[in-house]
T-cell receptor, first 108, second 110 residues
Framework: GIQVEQSPPDLILQEGANSTLRCNFS?????LQWFHQNPWGQLINLFY???GTKQNGRLSATTVATERYSLLYISSSQTTDSGVYFC??????????FGKGTRLSVIA | GAGVSQSPSNKVTEKGKDVELRCDPI?????LYWYRQSLGQGLEFLIY????????KSGLPSDRFSAERTGGSVSTLTIQRTQQEDSAVYLC????????FGPGTRLTVL
């Protein structure tokens, strides 16, 4: 099956700093999504991005499908950005395979 | 609100009892997924429903776990003869492309 690797596993940032989270996957995919799990456990869909680049406020994501990776950029980080960021991939409208996540802590 | 809802939010049960967890997906979403997440861990896929197709049960950890989806909408996950290792947060998601998660049910088996 598809393997998903996320890096780094843990990240500590000072408020206002920028960061890049990476997701590598082992096979061709038609579905790639980024999620944020807040400290209360709620999973929020950030991006549906099987290819290309999207931006939403301080967050942006880029997927290079031919090279099997995706990047999530967080600019001017805030304490509310803390939580776990998951990348999930799949060949289509089938169960997504989730990475183990990047745990982000933003310190004021 | 038109998000995914789950009930109950918390469930404490005794080992050996059966439990039922409910998921109300977003109206019109044809795909519905169940996952579970143990403390501090990633998401473990359990079962997937797509329209009227037979469900993908490949993630169910044992035959004590079953799920149904009635009328292409509400889904119920049933765990029979619960064990302590079943303690986790059970998450439901629905999708029409982009996947949306419910708040989860925290199950504790004593």
């Amino acid at each position: 099956g598809i393997q998903v690797e996320q890096s780094p596993p843990d990240l500590i940032l000072q408020e206002g700093a920028n960061s890049t989270l990476r997701c590598n996957f082992s096979d061709s995919v038609n579905n790639l999504q980024w999620f944020h799990q807040n400290p209360w456990g709620q999973l929020i869909n950030l991006f549906y991005i099987p290819s290309g680049t999207k931006q939403n406020g301080r967050l942006s994501a880029t997927t290079v499908a031919t090279e099997r990776y995706s990047l999530l950029y967080i600019s001017s980080s805030q304490t509310t950005d803390s939580g776990v960021y998951f990348c999930a991939v799949g060949p289509g409208n089938t169960p997504l395979v989730f990475g183990k996540g990047t745990r982000l802590s933003v310190i004021a | 609100g038109a998000g995914v809802s789950q009930s109950p939010s918390n469930k404490v049960t005794e080992k050996g009892k059966d439990v039922e967890l409910r998921c109300d997906p977003i109206s019109g979403h044809t795909a519905l997924y169940w996952y579970r997440q143990s403390l501090g861990q990633g998401l473990e896929f359990l079962i997937y429903f797509q329209g009227n197709s037979a469900p993908d049960k490949s993630g169910l950890p044992s035959d004590r776990f079953s799920a149904e989806r009635t009328g292409g909408s509400v889904s119920t996950l049933t765990i029979q003869r619960t064990q302590q290792e079943d303690s986790a947060v059970y998450l439901c998601a629905s999708s029409s492309g982009k996947q949306y998660f419910g708040p989860g049910t925290r199950l504790t088996v004593l």
